[in-house]
Each structure stands twice: as C-alpha cells, then as structure tokens.
C-alpha cells in the first residue's frame, strides 16, 4: 500500500503508484509520476514534470524536479526521467531541462552522493557513482558504470565515456574517453580505470588492449587524429573495448577530446 506521512504535501495530479512511500514534511509536485517501491524520506522535495521509476530512493532534503538554473529558460512544460534503483542522498539536486519538451534523463542503478548536482539537460547512463558535493554542468552525458570523484565538475556539454573516473577535485573540461582515468584542475588522462574494469568482468586482454590504446594516444605524441588512425588499422581494433574508444573518439563532440 502507498504509505504518505499526514505532514507531507501530495498536491492534487500527483501520481503515486502502489507501495510509494512519502516520509514527513516532504512535498511531491502536481506533475510528478512515481513508481512502485519509491521513497521520498522526510522533508525531500519531487517537483516538476517528473518521472520516477520503481524502487529509488530519495533521501531527506533532496530537490528532484527543480526549474533549470538556464538562463535561456523561456518557459514552457521542460521534464526529468528518471529510471530505476537510483539513490539521490541528502541534498542531491536534479534539474528540469531548459527548452519546452525537452527532459533530463537519468537512467538505473545510479548512486548520487550528498550534495551533488545534476544540471539541466543531462544524459546520465546507468551504474553511475557520483560522489559527494560533485556537479554536471548542463548538457553532460555520462555513460554507464562512470565514476566521478568527491568535489569534481564536469564543465556544460562534456561527455564522460563508460567505465571512466573523474578523479576527486578536479575540473573536466574536454570529453574523457572510455575506460581511463582523469585527474587534476584542470584535468588530464593520467591512467586506465583499471580497476572498475576488474570489478566489472573485463578479461586481462581487454585491459592491456584498453592500456594500449591509452600509450598509443596520450603517450606516443601523435596527435589526436593521427593516434585514432593508429588504433583503426592496429591488431586490436576488432577488440569490442577498442571499438568503443575509437566510436567514442569519432562521434562529434562540442568540447573536444581531453
């Protein structure tokens, strides 16, 4: 049953399906949709057009659903998808879109540490761990199993590859490709993110194809294009960890690759 604390607010619209909890003093929007086994603890705030999947946990004083901070904002219905499992801890904010029709999507299984901020228009994949007082300026995508450190930002229209980290306290200024490691302010490859690829069933050959790919382009003092030409006609291109280097490398991007 849909449990909803005599203190919380539920405006009139709000969509809540069976099992929803909304803890005291929390407030739910008149066009928010909230899916089976969602809890919004106490005091935490789901505004906006927003869509909550099943399962998420929404810990106290966090806003989901707020108005763009763009100053290109002109009004109109501007929306947030949410997916599955996700964990928004205390005082995590997710952000509205900017133009009418437009959403902030984030997907399943992503874990949003305390203070951190999800800016409008986002893109955010599945498995993410964000660390605490980190942010995403607008327009991020972030692909899945993605690691960003405690107090890193993520500048507007960057990309963060999958199973990539930005490390604690660093500045991301140009997109991070697959599988590598991020440091500094502002920030430069440093290394593979080895680890997250052990912990995610990556075979001995696909990590040292990935450190390959990673001395062939950072170390090798090739430029950009001339390092993605080698990697296309190397002995690992089939490999489907280069392959997704080399897509990720090729797809146009408005920041450029770090």
Same mark, same amino acid.
């Given at each position: 049953?849909?449990? #909803?604390? /005599?203190?919380?607010? &539920?405006e009139?619209?709000?969509?809540?399906?069976?099992? #929803?909890?909304?803890?005291?003093?929390?407030?739910?929007? $008149?066009?928010?949709?909230?899916?089976?086994?969602?809890?919004?603890?106490?005091?935490?705030?789901?505004?906006?057009?927003?869509f909550?999947?099943?399962?998420?946990?929404?810990?106290? *004083?966090? !806003?989901?659903?707020?108005?763009? %901070?763009?100053?290109?904002?002109?009004?109109?219905?501007?929306?947030?998808?949410?997916?599955?499992?996700?964990? !928004?801890?205390? *005082?995590?904010?997710?952000?509205?879109a900017?133009?009418?029709?437009? !959403?902030?999507?984030?997907?399943?299984? +992503? +874990?949003?540490?305390?203070?951190?901020?999800?800016?409008?228009?986002?893109?955010?994949?599945?498995?993410?761990?964000?660390?605490?007082?980190?942010?995403?300026?607008?327009? &991020? #995508?972030?692909?899945? *199993?993605?690691?960003i450190?405690?107090?890193?930002?993520? %500048?507007?229209?960057? @990309?963060?590859?999958? *199973?990539?980290?930005?490390?604690? $306290?660093?500045?991301? #200024?140009?997109?991070? /490709? /697959?599988?590598?490691?991020?440091?500094?302010? /502002?920030?430069?490859?440093?290394?593979? +993110?080895?680890? +997250?690829?052990?912990?995610?069933?990556?075979?001995?050959?696909?990590?040292?194809?990935?450190? =390959?790919?990673?001395?062939?382009?950072?170390?090798?003092?090739? =430029?950009?294009k001339?390092?993605?030409?080698?990697?296309?006609?190397?002995?690992? =291109?089939? $490999?489907?960890?280069?392959? @997704?280097?080399?897509?990720?490398?090729?797809?146009?991007?408005?920041?450029?690759?770090?």
């Open positions: 049953m849909t449990k #909803v604390h /005599p203190t919380a607010i &539920v009139k619209g709000a969509q809540l399906d069976d099992g #929803v909890e909304v803890g005291a003093y929390a407030y739910v929007g $008149s066009e928010v949709s909230i899916g089976s086994g969602t809890v919004v603890a106490h005091h935490a705030t789901v505004d906006g057009y927003t909550l999947g099943r399962d998420n946990q929404i810990f106290p *004083y966090a !806003f989901i659903g707020g108005k763009t %901070h763009d100053l290109k904002y002109k009004g109109g219905r501007t929306g947030l998808k949410i997916g599955d499992r996700n964990v !928004f801890r205390e *005082y995590t904010t997710a952000h509205l900017t133009a009418d029709g437009g !959403f902030t999507i984030i997907g399943n299984d +992503n +874990n949003i540490l305390a203070y951190s901020h999800i800016a409008h228009d986002c893109f955010v994949g599945n498995r993410l761990v964000m660390s605490s007082h980190a942010a995403l300026g607008g327009h &991020v #995508v972030v692909e899945d *199993y993605a690691v450190g405690w107090g890193s930002g993520v %500048h507007q229209f960057c @990309r963060v590859g999958a *199973y990539a980290m930005l490390s604690a $306290s660093s500045k991301l #200024v140009k997109d991070l /490709p /697959p599988f590598l490691m991020a440091d500094g302010s /502002p920030a430069a490859v440093c290394a593979i +993110n080895k680890i +997250n690829m052990q912990r995610n069933g990556f075979s001995q050959d696909e990590i040292e194809t990935v450190f =390959s790919a990673f001395k062939t382009i950072y170390k090798h003092g090739l =430029s950009r001339h390092a993605i030409e080698e990697l296309k006609i190397g002995a690992k =291109s089939d $490999s489907c960890v280069m392959k @997704r280097i080399i897509e990720f490398a090729e797809t146009p991007s408005e920041r450029g690759l770090l």
